[in-house]
């Protein structure tokens, strides 16, 4: 069945940088699209960003231009989100989620991964 | 990119019909067929349960539906259970690869 398996919780100081992971398993890693999408406590869902099946081009929201950077590793079918620069506003649950290419909606959603910016 | 005006909560007895509405711009959902929803339980992942505005996948019950008139789509629930209490999220593909979601409802069984 297919998974997306997220890493744990973290809890970063301001200004420092956070690396997550999204380990895919039960499909054809290098066929789908992943994309970030975070939830702020108590607030909605905000994209982030998407990294193509090859990894060989990314898309961000111009929000997050110039601190995240989505990797992907075809070899332990994972995928990662840097973002730098972290603010006390970055607090909140982050998801991979893929994406079938064309057909713009995400299917399968990772568990979430808490990230606490403080000081 | 603003996101998708939702009403912040709806609510119906079960057994109603109720309708969550969604509303963007000619730029996004006026403009794409690239339209889905997702319904998020508390302290759960999202999960999709309407795509390209009134597509539903596998395993999800009829008793979802969705639509779209220019700007605005709209998620309808009819026979409402217990179980349908959630929030529900609508997102649009924008463009150049780009999405935006909704502002998110919180759906109320009484």
Not at chain 2, 83 to 103: K, P
Request: contains cysteine; proline residues 4%; aromatic residues 12%.
């Amino acid at each position: 069945q297919v998974q997306l398996v997220q890493s744990g919780a973290e809890v970063m100081e301001p200004g420092a940088s956070v690396k997550l992971s999204c380990k895919a398993s039960g499909y054809s890693f290098t066929t789908y699209y992943m994309h970030w999408v975070r939830q702020a406590p108590g607030q909605g869902l905000e994209w982030m960003g998407v990294i193509s099946p090859s990894g060989d081009f990314t898309v961000y929201a111009q929000i997050f231009q110039g601190r995240v950077t989505m990797t992907r590793d075809a070899s332990t079918s994972t995928v990662y989100m840097d973002l730098s620069s972290l603010r006390s506003d970055d607090t909140a649950v982050y998801y991979c989620a893929r994406e079938l290419p064309q057909s713009s909606y995400f299917d399968y959603w990772g568990q979430g991964t808490l990230v606490t910016v403080s000081s | 990119q603003s996101a998708l005006t939702q009403p912040a909560s709806v609510s119906g007895s079960p057994g109603q019909s109720i309708t969550v509405s969604c509303t963007g711009t000619s730029s996004d959902v006026g403009n794409y067929y690239h339209v889905s929803w997702y319904q998020q339980h508390p302290g759960k992942a999202p999960k999709l349960i309407i795509s390209d505005v009134t597509r539903r996948p596998s395993g999800v019950s009829n008793r979802f539906s969705g639509s779209k008139s220019g700007n605005t789509a709209s998620l309808t629930i009819s026979g409402l259970q217990a179980e349908d209490e959630a929030d529900y999220y609508c997102c649009s593909y924008v463009r150049g690869g780009t999405y935006v979601f909704g502002t998110g409802t919180q759906v109320t069984v009484l």
